[in-house]
T-cell receptor
Framework: EDQVTQSPEALRLQEGESSSLNCSYTVSGLRGLFWYRQDPGKGPEFLFTLYSAGEEKEKERLKATLTKKESFLHITAPKPEDSATYLCAVQAPGSARQLTFGSGTQLTVLP | SAVISQKPSRDICQRGTSLTIQCQVDSQVTMMFWYRQQPGQSLTLIATANQGSEATYESGFVIDKFPISRPNLTFSTLTVSNMSPEDSSIYLC??????????????FGQGTRLTVV
């Protein structure tokens, strides 16, 4: 059974204080790993897809990396508007395109 | 990216009643997915809705409780039947990007926040 574990559950940062969120996964053959941002009361917003170990993607202050066992979402010099819950999900072969989600990391960036 | 509209955005319902949630996509897609997000938890897939066939339900979810319709390639409904307070959740509709191609990101509606009293 596919499993996704995210840590920490919650993270509070000062504005400008860089950090990383972790997503550890167990899947029989990774088809894709996805990062989403979710604001309160809204649906998840797609950020990145990573397909193979060593791959990296960047968008503004966010950078996602992937190894064979985990993915990191690095946040550089965060701003208060980066406050949200960040979700990680994996897709495995034979899953009919469904995603298995982690429980998320709730990030709060203080001004 | 796909634009997904869900209605209603929120509702408060009496226990024992049913609520139908609508999901409209701005492009034709093969599969539509319904997720549940219970308070403080992550997303759990309820079922996959294919046009022209019955929905495929995940373990722990049954058609009698969550009937789904998929009348065409841009629209689906999820009904939460005979509701109890345990059904209070956010319900989300999702589709895959790029016309439903494999290995692509999923896009989500804004969700329906259901409270059962």
């Amino acid at each position: 059974e596919d499993q996704v574990t995210q840590s920490p559950e919650a993270l509070r940062l000062q504005e400008g204080e860089s950090s990383s969120l972790n997503c550890s996964y167990t899947v029989s053959g990774l088809r894709g790993l996805f990062w989403y941002r979710q604001d309160p009361g809204k649906g998840p917003e797609f950020l990145f897809t990573l397909y193979s170990a060593g791959e990296e993607k960047e968008k503004e202050r966010l950078k996602a990396t992937l190894t064979k066992k985990e993915s990191f979402l690095h946040i550089t010099a965060p701003k208060p508007e980066d406050s949200a819950t960040y979700l990680c999900a994996v897709q495995a072969p034979g899953s009919a395109r469904q995603l298995t989600f982690g429980s998320g990391t709730q990030l709060t960036v203080l001004p | 990216s796909a634009v997904i509209s869900q209605k209603p955005s929120r509702d408060i319902c009496q226990r024992g009643t049913s609520l139908t949630i609508q999901c409209q996509v701005d492009s034709q897609v093969t599969m539509m997915f319904w997720y549940r997000q219970q308070p403080g938890q992550s997303l759990t897939l309820i079922a996959t809705a294919n046009q022209g066939s019955e929905a495929t339900y995940e373990s722990g979810f049954v058609i009698d409780k969550f009937p789904i319709s998929r009348p065409n390639l841009t629209f689906s409904t999820l009904t939460v039947s005979n509701m109890s307070p345990e059904d209070s959740s956010i319900y989300l509709c999702s589709v895959n990007g790029q016309g439903g191609k494999m290995n692509t990101e999923a896009f989500f509606g804004q969700g329906t926040r259901l409270t059962v009293v």
